[in-house]
């Protein structure tokens, strides 16, 4: 197997969970998109939770990459960077019927392997410290607290968008806010 195979199965992984969940998705299904058999996933993960993991981590290694670009493209403007973000969501919202990976494994928590969980503390400890970030640039008193409520304000516009298949629905709630 080589390591586009094992690419290929992570990014099959991450689509499924982010559109129906961790638990909806089987390796058979994996094997079949990608036309193998099952024992060649399990040659790259012996476990769902293993791939489960792999995926958390590259997804949290690609947000960190979009962060990255987001501040160095916004050094001195954290309004401009925390737009960015929003737009990011946004786009997930306007552009497919599925979740993010971090919103879909946050609400499957407390059914996931306790190896997926620690890797989401991690994925969360990301984004809420880059819009803290973003808040202490901006002079905010409590950009912890600001952090969060904008991270799950975030998080919660994407799924309400999604469960009322409104778009528009995350523009209202990120309005609403008023935390820019």
Do not use: W
Not at 31 to 59: D, M, Q, W
């Amino acid at each position: 197997m080589t390591k586009d195979t094992r690419e290929k199965i992570i990014e099959l992984a991450q689509e499924a969970i982010a559109t129906r969940g961790y638990s909806a998705f089987s390796f058979r299904e994996l094997a079949t998109a990608l036309g193998i058999k099952s024992a060649s996933i399990h040659y790259h993960f012996p476990t769902k939770t293993h791939l489960g993991v792999e995926v958390a981590r590259n997804y949290r290694g690609q947000l960190k990459h979009a962060f990255d670009n987001i501040e160095n493209g916004y050094p001195d403007d954290p309004k401009k960077a925390l737009e960015s973000l929003i737009a990011v969501y946004r786009y997930e919202v306007r552009s497919s019927q599925r979740m993010t990976v971090c919103t879909m494994l946050g609400a499957e928590i407390k059914n996931l392997p306790v190896e997926i969980q620690t890797e989401m503390k991690s994925f969360y400890d990301l984004n809420i410290g880059f819009i803290e970030r973003q808040f202490q640039k901006m002079g905010y008193e409590n950009p912890r607290e600001k952090a969060c409520q904008l991270f799950a304000l975030l998080q919660g516009g994407l799924m309400g968008s999604k469960g009322q298949n409104d778009p528009a629905y995350f523009d209202v709630v990120v309005k609403s806010a008023q935390l820019l």
